[in-house]
């Protein structure tokens, strides 16, 4: 699971890209109940979402038409000049150097073999989201690649990220977690795709965050009202809980989850 305490190689904050930053903020409100507040007048137009008073995420302008809309979900590390040579090493693609943002922390950007978007964050004043893993936040992240064995390939070895292959189907699902850490480190998986497959339509990688709902169906509701999409579901995944794939008004993706009991 998604957690606060934050080890090398684990999520630590997800972002939403935009063409629209007030409508989107407006049907996040409308899903969630984020409230959004200006990061400042020094950034550009970057929104942090707040989900009673904790941040939970944040929003960010679309710089060009070339830029992807889409969810990132941001990976810690506490070397960023390090982890991103090693990145290169590997194949990935490097759009953005690693640069100081104010006294908060380090980023770079870039994307990895098959076209995964990679943030890397290395923290300074700001660690991460405030409140994950409760109705509303951020629980867990899932990635869907055209290649699951070049993408546990690569973030085995940059990150050092452990799997565990669970069947599904007629597909495998591996599980993520950092490295050396216990069973209930596991914060996401991976997933094969195909480009015919929808909703994935470029072939090429694609992070979703897993948020946390109360109840999948009445979100699913509140989506569709606030001019989102839904592309599957809601249905029940034994051992898992209720689920849908849904995606904003601009196509963003992300999925809903109400967790199984059991």
Known sequence: MITTDYVPGSPCW????????????????????WEAESAGPETGGYVNFRLDGALVGALSPRMSEEQPISWTVHLTTPDLDGT????????????????????LGR??????????AVPLWQPRGFAGAEAVDVPGSLMWTELWTP??????DFYGALLGWEFNDVPMGDQVYSTIRPAEQGEDRYFGGIMGVRAEDPPQTKGAADWHPVFHVADCDDAVIRVREAGGQVHVGPETTHGVGRLAVCADPFSAG???????PE
């Open 14 to 33: 997800a972002e939403v890209t935009s063409p629209d930053v007030e409508a989107s903020a407006a049907f996040y409100g409308a899903l969630f109940g």
């Open 107 to 116: 980023m770079a950007f870039l994307s990895d073999p098959q076209g995964g």
């Open 254 to 260: 992300f999925v809903l989850l109400t967790p199984s």
């Open 84 to 103: 991103v040579n090693a990145a290169r090493a590997l194949g990935a693609t490097v759009h953005i150097d690693p640069m100081d943002v104010m006294d």
């Open 147 to 152: 290649s699951v064995v070049g993408a546990k």
